[in-house]
């Protein structure tokens, strides 16, 4: 099986529409799990009351935030490496998505941060390069609207997403390297310091922001394509109007 | 019920942040369709529809 056959936009573009209502559908069922887990099941925290109950929202969106990044520089590098239109085109997909999460990971934060801490806002070590990884993210869709050419904008575009990714392991290393107010991590694979059910729960709605960013990026893929690959003359891409 | 929506007294703040959070999810599901629409059409108009 050459899967390589899938490096062609109109190759992928019908991989991609199959794929995306899978990964949607999915994402749906694990939210509704993962959220019933974290109203319904898991129990009201001793020292933070329900005020908790926004990790199963804030650690899933903060982790897709990073997640995304790395892999938009990952198919970044690629784009650069082997000139492919496809791995920019990816690139191009995943930023809005990556930006969303990182604005619902400082949003969500901050509402956790107000009752817990005293503080919407720090200028701690981790929400201050959050901050900054939401800049990045407007720089880098900035940056593709402001070049005309596509493949001009693609390198470009590259460029910035390889040389931002250094503050990925910024953020996740920031609660290690500095004395600073964002806690350090709950999870580890000796001796995890939050409880079962919560982690669960947790866990599963990782999953859930997971499925939804590859969903939403494939659909998104999708019209890039189309965009982009026009009077590429291909038959039977898109659907008479009207049809499915 | 009513503790639901109360969240012991941090109403305000669980569901300040999962609101917003859910706004910002539809928003871009929302923006994902138009574009969708816009670039199907006009993939239709240059004549790149399936020919069955």
């Known amino acids: 099986m050459n899967f390589y056959r899938y490096s062609s936009p109109s190759a992928f573009y019908p991989l991609a529409g199959t794929l995306a209502p899978w990964f949607g559908w999915s994402a749906s069922l694990l939210a509704i799990a993962g959220l019933w887990i974290g109203f319904g099941l898991a129990p009201t925290d001793f020292q933070q009351g329900d005020a908790y109950r926004i990790i199963f929202i804030h650690v ?121 107010l964002h806690q350090g991590s709950s999870i580890s694979v ?37 965009e982009r690959e026009r009077g590429a003359a291909w038959a039977g891409l898109v659907a008479e109007p009207g049809k499915a | 019920m009513t503790g639901f929506f109360a969240m012991g007294g941090y109403g305000f703040y669980v569901w300040s942040a999962y609101g917003v959070a859910a706004l910002a999810i539809i928003a871009e599901l929302l923006a994902l369709r138009a574009r969708r629409n816009a670039c199907r059409a006009a993939a239709a108009a240059r004549g790149e529809t399936a020919s069955l």
Do not use: H
Not at chain 1, 110 to 118: D, L, Q, S, V
Not at chain 1, 153 to 158: E, F, K, M, T
Not at chain 1, 192 to 212: R, S, V
């Open chain 1, 60 to 180: 899933p969106a903060a982790w897709m935030s990073m997640f995304i990044y790395l892999v938009m520089a990952f198919w970044s590098a690629l784009s650069l490496g082997f000139n492919t239109r496809l791995s920019a085109m990816m690139a191009q997909a995943l930023a809005p998505t990556g930006a969303l999460m990182t604005f619902i990971a400082l949003w969500t934060g901050a509402f956790w941060g107000r009752p817990t801490w005293g503080t919407y806002w720090a200028w701690d070590a981790r929400m201050t390069s959050e901050l900054i990884l939401l800049f990045l993210y407007f720089g880098v869709i900035a940056l593709r609207n402001a070049i005309d050419d596509d493949r001009r904008a693609d390198r470009a575009c590259a460029v910035l997403a390889l040389v931002g990714a250094v503050n990925v392991p910024i953020i996740y290393f920031s609660v290690y390297w500095w004395n600073t």
């Open chain 1, 190 to 226: 000796a001796a995890p310091k939050i409880a079962p059910i919560m982690l669960t729960g947790m866990l599963i709605m990782a999953l859930a922001a997971w499925f939804y960013s590859i969903a939403v990026a494939l659909v998104r893929v999708r019209c890039i394509i189309l």
